[in-house]
């Protein structure tokens, strides 16, 4: 599985003048070496119970639940998927710059109607979970500003936004995001029209809709969908869905067919050096470093399991 | 041509109920409502000369190059389309969240060996153009902080970065923006290798690149390929190649092939009008109003020109 590190090089053969670079200044050490010094500790295996598997015929794309976040959206999200709610069912909404979104086609302007799927066990009503209380709850600061949020950081893996004289933090819509699609009312959203974010994040939504999770692997499966004509991004034809052969949890796939990755702790001393790194970025590319990173531009790093840890 | 202000109704079902909440509690008027307004003067029609047309076989992408912030390379991408440079070359790298880049996929590792296309008229060797002066230069400042540069805003439509201290402006990676790809040398860029931001911004390559223009219609053609599998987004093998039917001037097209726009001067107070509504969202969806917009989540509105400018 190829490693969520982003290499900003513009052109391949930079990789060689690097090396000569090396010699001659110094420069900011890059992810991968500074991966390279982790321990076991700094790693951990996310739970196959919180990691959802969408088999779309491009490939899979597998999220990360977020219970601590949104405990009745991924417990109603999990018995929609223990009950195959979404098999056969479509990414219906590729909206450019913006978010992809699948689920019911016939429940996309209402959950009235003959033709939408119901939800079996799982809730039609569920409250808004925009926010939760940040007490007690892990977080690493991010050393830079923010405009949307008072302070921004990561827990447990997660971008998040808090407000320490609130006591409130929250998912952020950074790219790769899952959230919950709902209608005019706060209350609205059930879990089963889901979106990934695809483009420049949108975070005026943070506190306005509940996410519940993230992408750790195969975004491009969405992100590199074709963008629907409609209007907010609809196709305007069925034919032009993505269909959605299957969505599981990990615990109800075979062992054989969960994917074994380990993710960097992003309060460990590792993760912080990467940012550190993409704060000050010097190389053989980068001559002016930013001072500054975004909250969205880091991605947590994802790798298969090491032998050590199987 | 469909207006690049985007909906962020998560529903379509939405509209009506915004009708309902109208008449409720007090909300932000919409972008279109704050056009509506708006009278000839606000708007201006590009130059043709200054609209880089790319034909895919997905679609038109028209860029609006910039030659007051990289005058030499946008007169070297002039001439290089002039002289149809670009036609049956290919985009060959979708690097997913990142870039999608285009030109000769020979000269991608390096501008020497037999098969890359010689550049006709236009020049091997440019300077650097990653910053101009800000003197006596048109900016409409944004209210909000920006980790990334002391100032940011917009200049003649296009997304920028200013440093009062040292007199400077510079085009910012907001999605969509144009850029010169390069090598490790700083002026190693020709304008023949382009990449378009396609995903969340990297304002980390600001002033480390050139950059040269933005999209202005048919991002999604290019946001919306298949992403590349092998380093940094290159496709594996050139049959996953796009090609490039060609790529023109508007001046040197037919009339009948050109695109009539009108870009919304970001200098007028329509547009600081749309920048406020953005800002402090409230409608039926938008319960909690950020009070903060980035950047590069502000698109400029580009629509069809009106009857009274033809």
Not at 90 to 107: E, I, L, T
């Amino acid at each position: 599985m190829p490693s969520k590190l982003k290499k900003i090089f513009f052109l391949t053969f930079a990789a060689s003048h690097l090396l000569t670079s090396l010699a001659l200044h110094a420069v900011t050490p890059s992810a991968e070496e500074i991966l390279a010094k982790s321990t076991p500790k700094d790693w951990r295996i996310p739970d196959q119970d919180n990691l959802l598997y969408m088999k779309l015929p491009q490939g899979m794309v597998i999220f990360e639940l977020a219970p601590e976040f949104a405990p009745e959206h991924v417990s109603n999200i999990k018995l929609l998927a223990k009950e195959k709610y979404w098999d056969k069912l479509s990414v219906y909404r590729v909206h450019d710059n913006f978010v992809a979104q699948f689920g019911d086609p016939m429940a996309m302007e209402s959950r009235e109607g003959p033709n939408v799927k119901p939800l079996g066990s799982a809730r039609e009503k569920l409250p808004a979970e925009f926010e939760r209380s940040s007490i007690d709850v892990e977080f690493s600061k991010l050393p830079d500003v923010d405009g949307w949020a008072p302070q921004v950081g990561f827990s447990k893996g997660f971008a998040v936004g808090k407000d320490p004289k609130n006591n409130t933090m929250w998912l952020t819509h950074c790219y790769g995001m899952l959230g919950a699609g709902r209608f005019s009312a706060k209350d609205s959203s059930t879990g089963a029209e889901l979106y990934m974010v695809i483009g420049q994040s949108p975070r005026q939504i943070d506190l306005n809709i509940t996410s519940v999770g993230r992408v750790i692997q195969g975004a491009e499966f969405l992100s590199g969908l074709k963008r629907g004509t409609g209007v907010v991004g609809i196709y305007k034809t069925p034919e032009e869905y993505t269909p959605i052969e299957w969505i599981r949890l990990g615990t109800d796939l075979k062992a054989e067919q969960q994917v074994n990755v380990e993710i960097l702790h992003t309060n460990s001393e590792i993760f912080k050096e990467i940012v550190e790194a993409k704060r000050n970025r010097v190389d053989d590319f980068y001559a002016r470093p930013a001072g500054h990173i975004d909250l969205c531009n880091i991605s947590v790093p994802v790798r298969e399991q090491q032998a050590h840890l199987k």
